[in-house]
């Protein structure tokens, strides 16, 4: 027999994981929702999907702005400050600290740019998303000579990548986009 303090113990305890539960469930789009207006803001600027920049953030950093990778990159997007400096140049911004890429706004534009840049170079290829991802990941020239690889069957792309962190990082953000990105598809 449980005594009331037990109980409510016991009642607590499930609340507590109840609301962990759902928020793990919704993570991905309490995180979004909180950084939704410079997503925006980029997306219809650089004409990317607001939906696949999130899922290039989750990727990246789970929407953590602080994350700093081992070769340099800084920020949500992962940003190396030589892409943010073209990104700058061609924004004609008179000045740009590296630093600044800390700052989710600058970041989300900047890497939405850079994100935005490949899809365009990638326009009327196949497959346009994974080749422009590989891009953002892994630069121009090896995303080139995947496609060459697999110029006779687009849908192998991902499958011919010869990086395996890069290859699992497209299959993960086409995945998150797929998941998040359509909702509706969900239900």
């Excluded at 702005?65 to 400050?81: D, N, S, T, V």
Aim: net charge positive; proline share 6%; charged share 20%.
């Amino acid at each position: 027999m449980m005594t009331w303090g037990l109980r409510i113990l016991v009642v607590i305890g499930l609340m507590a994981m109840l609301g962990l539960g759902v928020y793990w469930a919704f993570r991905f789009e309490i995180q979004y929702y909180r950084y939704r207006a410079p997503i925006d803001l980029a997306a219809a600027r650089y004409g990317v999907p607001p939906r696949l920049i999130a899922a290039v953030i989750w990727q990246e950093t789970r929407f953590n702005p602080a994350c700093h990778g081992k070769a340099g990159e800084a920020g949500l997007m992962q940003i190396m400050p030589q892409s943010a400096g073209e990104w700058a140049r061609s924004e004609h911004l008179a000045s740009f600290d590296a630093g600044s890429l800390y700052d989710p706004g600058t970041n989300i534009l900047a890497g939405t740019w850079y994100l935005g840049r490949a899809m365009k170079r990638w326009s009327g290829h196949e497959p346009l998303l994974p080749c422009a991802l590989a891009e953002y990941n892994a630069g121009r020239s090896n995303s080139l000579r995947w496609h060459r690889n697999a110029e006779h069957n687009p849908e192998q792309f991902t499958d011919l990548i010869d990086y395996p962190g890069t290859r699992s990082y497209i299959r993960n953000i086409l995945n998150h986009y797929d998941t998040f990105g359509r909702p509706w598809r969900r239900w």
